[in-house]
């Protein structure tokens, strides 16, 4: 597709359950990352893909979540046990570093709530 | 992490009239970027820049790269009701950092 898309659009779940976000990114896009908005909040972020490896990890809450990225593509980010402080909107963008542009593109995001 | 401060929080302004909003940081950037966000969207680039000193316009808006390298401002001119939304600065050095938002309301 033309854009970065995101699955599902809108996830409800029971406390404790895990859940599995998704993300494709533009193609031919190396970086990827996953950010979290809570209800009239900026964008926090949560980790950073250049290709499939994550230089940076620092955003992720808890060892709850996790992300990987496999054939330098579809990215997925878990959250496991769930609690109701993870409800929030979770963005993916996507870009292609480059010496004279670095430009991110986001996805429409997950909206996940936690009941 | 790196903080950017984003200002003002909110504005609500009559349509026709000027929009003026900056970020700071107390760190430098090489790249800045102002995204719009409409509600259950996800953000959407509105201007890049590159170099300090940069002035770029798009339309109505027109952004420039401070050229201390740690600020930048986004000013609307002659806003119209569409504009409604919630505009983000965000730095990038090795990675992007956002400000937190300027909730901007157009009253016809």
């Known amino acids: 597709g033309a854009g970065v898309s995101q699955s599902p659009s809108n996830k409800v779940t029971e406390k404790g359950k895990d859940v599995e976000l998704r993300c494709d990114p533009i193609?031919?896009?190396?970086?990827l990352y996953w950010y979290r908005q809570s209800l009239g909040q900026g964008l926090e972020f949560l980790i950073y893909?250049?290709?499939?490896?994550?230089?940076?990890k620092s955003g992720l809450p808890s060892d709850r979540f996790s992300a990987e990225r496999t054939g330098g593509s579809v990215s997925t980010l878990t959250i496991q046990r769930t609690q109701q402080e993870d409800s929030a909107v979770y963005l993916c963008?996507?870009?292609?570093?480059?010496?004279?542009?670095?430009?991110?593109?986001f996805g429409p995001g997950t909206r996940l709530t936690v009941l | 992490g790196q903080q950017l401060n984003q200002s003002p929080q909110s504005m609500f302004i009559q349509e026709g009239e000027d929009v003026s909003m900056n970020c700071t940081s107390s760190?430098?950037?090489?790249?800045w970027l102002w995204y719009k966000q409409d509600p259950g969207e996800g953000p959407v680039l509105l201007i890049a820049?590159?170099?300090?000193?940069e002035l770029t316009s798009n339309g109505r808006l027109t952004a420039q790269f401070g050229i201390t390298r740690k600020d930048s401002f986004l000013n609307i001119s002659a806003s119209i009701p569409s504009d409604v939304g919630i505009y983000f600065c965000?730095?990038?050095?090795?990675?992007?950092?956002f400000g937190t938002g300027t909730s901007l309301t157009v009253i016809p």
């Open positions: 963008a996507s870009s292609f570093p480059g010496d004279n542009y670095n430009e991110q593109f």
């Open positions: 193609s031919g896009h190396t970086a």
């Open positions: 893909f250049q290709g499939n490896s994550a230089p940076d």
């Open positions: 760190s430098i950037f090489n790249t």
């Open positions: 820049l590159y170099k300090a000193g």
């Open positions: 965000a730095g990038q050095l090795y990675q992007f950092y």
